[in-house]
């Protein structure tokens, strides 16, 4: 298998623009996690998906990021509008149950 | 006071080492994750132990759930070891949640 595969890699965007991220889980994974890495915050759950059902999205800063898992193999993160406080290192994740995370690569997002 | 404290922050060794990375945690915890973060930015799930002692190559994880402290080891090591390495703890009640540890920058001289 290929992994949790995140595209873009890197993103450089100006503010006010819509970013949107995106991720394919391993196959066969049922959760489906977005975290976000800063250097002052470290790294936050912004959400998670079990079975494409969004479970939790309190990690998600404001109304202006939205996430979404239309079926088991695709989910995306979107920022609308971004902002240069939204700069950082985004990773997606997915598991089997409660099995070790395999996260993505990360998408490095910087607002200007 | 965060829940989970790594020691030491910076760690920095000759190749062929025998490492120690230690992270302590003041709650209960149904999981631990030890987690490596490359220079590059990539993550990846090392070991995820609830109990006892898990080994994979020259890595090895240990964990005593009185003590509330886990170890995590690198035996051999090599400047390709050199990378962040996090502990990261799942409690009952945290819903999938995980709660990080600041992480231990290792620097593997040759």
């Known amino acids: 298998d290929a992994g949790v595969i995140q595209s873009p890699r890197h993103e450089v965007t100006e503010m006010g623009q819509e970013v949107t991220l995106r991720c394919k889980p391993i196959s066969g994974h049922d959760y489906l996690f977005w975290y976000r890495q800063t250097m002052m915050r470290g790294l936050e759950l912004l959400i998670y998906?079990?079975?494409?059902?969004?479970?939790?999205d309190s990690g998600m800063p404001e109304d202006r990021f939205s996430a979404k898992m239309p079926n088991a193999s695709f989910s995306t993160l979107k920022i609308q509008p971004s902002e240069p406080r939204d700069s950082a290192v985004y990773f997606c994740?997915?598991?089997?149950?409660?099995?070790?995370?395999?996260f993505g690569n990360g998408t490095r997002l910087t607002v200007t | 006071k965060n829940e989970v404290e790594q020691s030491p922050q910076n760690l920095t060794a000759q190749e062929g080492e025998f490492i120690t990375i230690n992270c302590s945690y003041s709650v209960g915890i149904s999981a631990l994750h030890w987690l490596q973060q490359h220079p590059g930015g990539g993550i990846v799930s090392l070991f995820m132990l609830s109990s006892g002692k898990k080994k994979h190559g020259r890595l090895i994880a240990t964990i005593n759930i009185q003590e509330k402290h886990s170890s995590l080891h690198i035996t051999a090591s090599h400047p390709r070891d050199s990378a962040v390495y996090i502990c990261a703890i799942y409690s009952p009640d945290s819903n999938y949640q995980l709660i990080w540890g600041a992480g231990t920058k290792l620097i593997i001289k040759p």
């Open positions: 998906f079990n079975n494409n059902v969004p479970i939790d």
């Open positions: 994740a997915s598991s089997f149950g409660n099995s070790p995370l395999h």
